[in-house]
Structures are given as C-alpha cells and as structure tokens.
C-alpha cells in the first residue's frame, strides 16, 4: 500500500514536469515570452595611442568614451536592447576591428561617437551616413562575411540556397546595402532631429560622407559629430558632464524610437501581410543626392514621368510603377542602357517600402 502511494505520486510529479517541458519549449519556439533583442553597437571614436582632435586643449577620445557610455548605460535598461560597445575604456582599436565587431555580432545598428575640429570657429553638431560611393567595399566585406556560412553545417537549409559565389546572391546583399542606407538615414535624421529640437544645438544636418570606419560594417551604421572642440564654448560645454549627458541621452532616446519605429513596421508587415498581396508596386530609383531636381525628361536623359521623393535633405528619383516584377526588370535594363548604371529596384507595399525579396515572396 505504501508502496503503491510513492508511484501514484511519481507518476504526477512526471506527468507534471513532462507538460512544464512541452510549455517551455513551446514557449521558446513561439517566441511569445522571448522578445527579439536588438544588437546596437556603440563605437568610441579613437582611444590609447590616438587621442582624435586635441581642439582647446580637450581630447577627443575621453569625449567620445564619455559620451558613448552614457547612450549604452541608458539603452541598456531596456529589455529588448542588447549594448555591445568596441571600446569601454581608454585602449587602441584598429578602425576596421570596430567594423568587425559589428558585422560578427550581427548588430543592428551601428553608432560611431566623435567630435569635430576646425581651423574656423566653426561649430554645431553633425551626424554622418556612407556615401553611395563608399558602399562598394561593404559589399565586398558582406560577400566576404557570407562566406563563412560555407563552413558551417547544413548551410544548405540554413540559408536557403543562398550562394555568396553566385551573382543573384550578390545582387541581394547590393539590395540589403540600399536598405541600409535608407535605415541609416532615419536613425540619422532622429539623433539630428534631437540635437537640434530638444537640445537647441546648432543643426549641421545630415551628411553623406567617405567615414572609414562606415565602411567596414554591413548594418545601418552612422556616425556622430557631437560638435567642435576647437570652438571654445562648444567644447566647454562637450567637455562637462551636463554636455556629456545631454548629448549621450539624446543619442540613446533617438537609438530607441528607431527601434520602436522597425517593431511598428513588422508589427504591420504580419497584421496586412494578407490582403496586401495585389497592393505591391515596383519602381526603380534611378538617382538620389541632395539637389533638387524639377522631374522633367530633359533632367533624366529622356525618362519620362520621373517621381522625386524627399527623405530627410535627400532626394530620390524613381522611374517607372508597376505591380509587375517582370516588367520592372525590364525596365531597369532599358534604365541602365541609358546610363543610369547603378539604379536598382525598389519595392513598395501600400506605399510602404519594403525588400524587394520579401515583395517577390508575397507575390
Ligand atoms: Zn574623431
């Protein structure tokens, strides 16, 4: 009879962990209690050996440490945000070491802090986006970063196919490049937007430009220029903990309405995912750049009905609208027979812009 008792007990206990089991796998599966975490890299601009900008006496390097530990502190409380910094102390790191720590945590985004100099007494603060011409080495880095999944097992599931040696493989991560860009800009254009609005800093906008350390990570990645040290006041002001928290926690709070804004978007992309399958529109961004073009033919080599859309101080241009992939593709060779070399596809789901890829998957 005892006996007997011990094993009923058993038997729930068993039954009992063998559900708790199926719950949590489920639950992990599902993704219901685990939130997806975003990976932002925060990059101290110089350190060790190389002190950046020496302007009125302050360093550039213990600025931007400052600086960039104040914007991970902040994020870091926040349960979806994952911090990863390439440097939280006074050391040397090789400019393309930074890139790589990026790229190998698959982060999300990448931010780089620094401050100005200047002859002048030029002053304001700045945040800078690669420019197209720079893209051209990520790519070559993205194709090399993808060929490590050539190693690893089952890469042929894993990956569906993908092929880092094949042309139509490349083409996706140029397309991936362009999405960045257009990531990089809206990050950009938040943290300016701060700096200018809330803090009242002068608003030395948004800017394309050759950053090296840009060019080595293959995610939306920007850099700041927190201001000018070689002006007098501005450097003052960056150099004292009021400066340094101000500018640190407008940083952290654009990093996290970015982050809301990229939920926002899946959060729609799942809920109309359905009906939107005819509401897919192709178009082919033939240029963009900061001048303001009028959208006539003789401005397109002839192309007519040319669309301008402004995002943030850039225009783009695209030519041609269907629903159509097939037909898209072909105008994008008659596109590029006209000169327009490097234009591309782009897609559009209800006006929204989305992957090309994933507006092919729909269809
Ligand atoms: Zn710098």
Known sequence: MRFQQTHK????????FVFLCIFLFLAQSSNVFSQKKYVIVIDAGHGGKDPGNLGSGYKEKNIALKVALIVGKKLAKKKDIKVIYTRS???????????DVANHAKADLFVSIHCDSHTSNAHGAG???LGLRGNKKNLEIAKRENAVILLEDNYKERYKGFDPNSAESVIGLSLLQEENLDKSLAIASLIQNNFALKL???????KQDNFQVLRETIMPSVLV???FLTNKKEGKYLNSKKGQ??????IAD??????SNLKLNTVIDVVTQQKMVDDIEYKIQIASGKNK???KSYNFKGLQDVERVQVSSFYKYYYGNTSNYKEVKKSLEEVKRKGYKTAFIVAFKNGEKISVSDAVKMQ
């Open 245 to 250: 928290e101000q500018m640190g926690n407008s």
């Open 9 to 16: 007990i058993n038997t729930k206990t068993k039954t009992f």
């Open 254 to 259: 654009a990093i996290q309405n970015y982050i």
């Open 200 to 206: 009242k800093r002068e608003d030395r906008k948004v």
């Open 293 to 295: 073009l009028a959208t």
């Open 127 to 129: 945040t800078f986006v």
């Open 89 to 99: 102390k006074d050391v040397f790191i090789d400019l393309w070491k930074r890139g």
């Open 225 to 227: 220029e927190l201001g």
